[in-house]
Structure formats: C-alpha cells, structure tokens
C-alpha cells in the first residue's frame, strides 16, 4: 500500500484512532490474516460467529503491524475502530485509489474466467509498466479492496477480478475500484442459483460496463449474445472480441494441437498476426482475445502482440493445468471450480488432448445451479459421452444426474462409473489407470481436488482424504477472499445438493444493505495465508512436490 498515516486511515474509513498517535505510518500491507503481516503492516480484525480476530491482534503486532483496524481497541496497539472492518476496508482501498490519478484498473467479470482472463491481462500489462494483479480469485468485497491496497505509486495497472452473486454487488465493487476498461467473458448458468436466472445474471454482469466512463473501453465477448447487447449499456468505446465476423478483435482458423493448445490467426485493426498459444482448451481463445484487447488498447505495439500471447503462462492453479506423470498418464487438473460451461470447455479439452488416448473424466457436482441443477449435470453427462470420453467417474450421489446423461447417449460406446466420494474415486483410478490415459479432474470447489491431489502425488502420507491433514487445515479467523465463501467446506456434508447456499452467507454478509454477518464458520486463515503468498485455492503445496501415492507411482518430474 502507499504509506499512509493512521490519522489519514482514520478519516478515509470513518474510524477513531485510539491508543496511538495519528502520526504513525502504515509502510506495510493490510491483511486479514495475522500470519501475512509484514513490518509496519495494518491488521484489519474481524469478528466471526466462532473465531474474533482481535484475539489476533498481538501476534499481528509481533509480526510487525503498527496498528490494527477493528471493532474495538485492542491493548497495547494504535487501534482504528470502525463498525464495520469490511466496509472500511472498502473506503480505504477507494481512498488509495484516489491518491493514485496514474492508476489504470482494469475490471474483469463473466461466469467464467475471470481469474484465467486477469492472470492473462497482467501478464501481457507487465511489458507497458507495474502491474498489480495477484494470483487466485480475489473477486468481492474483501478480496477486491485487498487486491487493491496492493497498488501504490509505482503501480501503472491494476487488474481486479469481480465477481457477482447478485444485484448491485458490481455496482460496489465498481465504487470501490472504478475501471476504466471493463472486459465482460461470457453470462452462463454459474450461480443461477442465487440469481434466479440468466438474465438476473447478465444485468448484474453489466454493471461493470456501466461503471466504464466515456473515455474508457468496455471490452465484450460478441460470441455471447448476452455479453454482446451489453454494448448498449455503456458510454465508453466498445470493443468487441470473438470470433464472430463483426468482432474488433477477432479470432480465425483456430486449431488446437495434441495438448489442446490453440493457434489462432487475430485480425486487429492493426493488422493479423499468428499466435500459436502455450495454454490448453479451446477457451483461451476468447480469454486471450479479450487479454489482447485490453493491452493494445493500453498501447502494446501491436507487431509485440503474438510473441506476448505466445509467452502467457498458467498463473493460478487448478485450471486448466495439464502435465505428464512419468508412468505415461496425463492429467487435466481443472479441478478449482466447475459449472457446466467451464465443464464443457474442459470435456473438449479432453477429447483433444487424448485424441487417440483412452480419455478418463473425473467429474463432481457442480454447486449453485439452483433449479437448473439437474438439467446441467445431465447435459455434461450427455456431452461426455458424444464426445467420446471413455470413462466418466461420477463422484457423489449429488452429481449422478452426470451419470444419467451420459447413459441417455445411446450409442456411446463408453462407461460411466458412480462412486460415492473422492476416496472411492481414488482406489479406482489407482486399480484402473494405465500408461498413455488422460485424465480430466473437473467439480465445484474441493469437490475434487483430494483426486487431483492424489494425481499429482501431492499425498505424502497413504492417500486418505489428504486434504483433512495437509491441506485445508483451519486457521484462525474465518475470511475467504473469493466470492465471499466464508464456511469452511470440510465441515459441511460433501456433494449435497443446496447446501453450497450456506456459502451465500459470506456474499450477504459483505454486501452492504443485507444483515452483517461476515464470518461464518471456521476461519480459513491457512487459505488466506496461501492467496496472501500468490498460491490458490486454499492448498499449501506447489507444483512438483514429492511424490507420494501409494499405488501409482508419483508424479516426479511433471512435464508440461
Ligand atoms: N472462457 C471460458 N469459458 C469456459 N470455461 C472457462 C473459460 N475460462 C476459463 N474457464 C474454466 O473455468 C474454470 C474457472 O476458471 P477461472 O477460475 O478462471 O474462472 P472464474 O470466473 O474466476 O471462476 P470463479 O467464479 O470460481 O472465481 C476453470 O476450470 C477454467 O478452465
Ligand atoms: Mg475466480
């Protein structure tokens, strides 16, 4: 953050300094978790249903925080009380905002991609100046302004994910950090749950282009209809990116190679040039489009564009992350989060990577469909088999409806398997799984992961739900940066259906006019903790760990 004085922190969040003196400076980062604190860091303690984070509060002071920002004085510490710490979050992160007139931020919203797309983005910003844009999904009301008190004067762009899980949550978000280009993917079935219905979801997703002031650009996806009539919603330049005819940016002959990479000729208005992508599914195309767009339009020469989209690499795990076990299977490691879009997008990837390979597709059930849940699982049951997948191992009763899609294809020459859970799924694919397979590791959230886990040979004790010991370990306060889930998952009954609505909590508790109830659950500090060092997804390994599993050999070197 840029250093600011607890008196000029006090008067942007409306809080009272107490216990310290106005002139101390906050040199250091803002965190939620006491473990990310650095030297001359401000605290931000929230109270939970379980955990109160101004219990914290002293191992955030020996870890160097000058002060901390909560509910109440804590002992011994600068305290900045407010009464509400994520709103003052929020007015902090937008009084930062205003300090830095150089900033360009960069809004990214859509069903899916949004973390994909910003890695993209950043990466391609990062040859025109410092770009701001941390690994995972930092996508609402904490997570953004987290995101954003990452800027300071040396920042040229900040690209900040947001997400929506209802009316107005944009329009927040967007007070917060005003883009000036808002790029919009696409409008599908994710969290129709809580919106009620797609076309709930593509009014919400405008916001962010009728945030985009006259002088800005709003980029929008003209394949999707829904994202293309957002053209009308908007005062700033509009660029549209698909491979639709009438698209600015514009995708031609794509083809994808054995590991499902895609090369694409893309016409500009400055001209074509070829781009042979490093990443796999037939999804980047759009992504990168939408990456190009924003990034010529910030003044990337345009002869620079093809070798840049050539050198973009997996940022974030757990998506689209292909690599090579020694023993000859390669895996898919889809596995952060699904909905039948992304699913979709991941069954061709599969049908392309194993083309002439035996195809395996791991799938669990995809949370916050709402009434569309059944239709959805059938629907990527039914496209698994017309693609041809050989083995569809459906994990969790909740997600059999996959397994009656699948079977509706009559003339699918595959199997499908039900298995109870990911331990299940496991001892399958250890007794099932031969050299030259490829395997797909697709579900909502930690649906999958232990698999994905397993296949990675990131279990370093026998393979029993090594996310319980390993991984996922509780911390203290209960705050999850992404999409407002502030449950912990392991607590609830796995893959039943509805139950995911509890995470809603988190969203209605951040959002502003609904009953303040932050933190439910158990806090996930330990996950904070990982995002906060640019991990994802709550997982405290990294790539290419030790090997482990007991059947299969590790993975030792991934190839990618
Ligand atoms: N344009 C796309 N269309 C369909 N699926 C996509 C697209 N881009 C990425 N995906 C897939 O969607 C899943 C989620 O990707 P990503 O995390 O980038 O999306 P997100 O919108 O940030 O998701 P979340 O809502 O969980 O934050 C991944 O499996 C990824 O491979
Ligand atoms: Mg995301």
Known sequence: MINLTLADIAAAVGGELTGGDGDIAVTGSVEFDSRAVSPGGL????????????????????????????????????????TDPLDAMGRLARAVVDRLPGLTIIGVTGSSGKTSTKDLIAQLLRHLGPTVAPAGSFNNELGLPHTVLQADERTRFLVVEMG??????????????????????????????????????AAAKGELVEAVPATGIAVLNVDDQRVRAMAARTRAEVVGVGEAADATVRAVDVRLDERGRPSYTLIAPAGRVDVQLAISGRHQVGNTLAAAA??????????????????????STRRMDVFDRPDGVTVIDDSYNA????????????????????????????????????AGHEQVGRLGAELGTDRIVVVGAAAGPIQDGATQVADWGGESVLVTDQEAAVALLQAELRPDDVV????????????????????RRYCRFPHHDLH?????????????RTTDPLRRPQDAPGQEGHADDGWRGL??????????????????????????????????????????????????
């Open 43 to 82: 605290f931000v303690a929230f109270v939970g249903e379980k955990v109160d984070g101004h219990d914290f509060a002293p191992a955030a002071i020996s870890a160097g925080a000058v002060a901390v920002m909560g509910t109440r004085p804590v002992a011994g510490a600068p305290s900045i009380v407010v």
């Open 472 to 484: 996922y370990a509780a911390g203290d306060q209960v705050v999850h940066a992404s999409e407002g």
């Open 164 to 201: 929506a899980r209802g009316a107005g949550h944009l329009l927040y978000l967007c007070r917060i950090a005003p883009p000036t280009v808002g790029v919009v993917l696409n409008v599908g079935s994710a969290h129709v749950g809580e919106f009620g219905s797609v076309e709930a979801i």
């Open 440 to 459: 797909l590791v697709k579900g909502s959230r930690y649906r999958t992961w232990a698999v994905a886990d397993f296949l990675r040979g990131y279990c």
């Open 294 to 315: 924003v990034a010529l339009w910030q003044g990337l020469p345009f002869t620079d564009l093809g070798a840049a989209l050539g050198e973009l690499r997996l940022v």
């Open 511 to 560: 959002h502003p006019g609904h009953r303040r109830r932050v933190h439910r659950g158990t806090l996930r500090a330990r996950h904070a903790a990982g995002q906060a060092a640019g991990r994802t997804d709550g997982s405290d390994h990294h790539r290419g760990g030790p090997a482990g599993p007991v059947h299969l050999p590790g993975p030792g070197r991934l190839r990618r």
């Open 339 to 374: 909905n039948p879009a992304s699913t979709e997008a991941a069954l061709h990837a599969l049908a392309a990577i194993g083309l002439r390979r035996r195809r395996v597709a791991v799938l669990g059930y995809m949370a916050e469909l709402g009434d569309q849940e059944r």
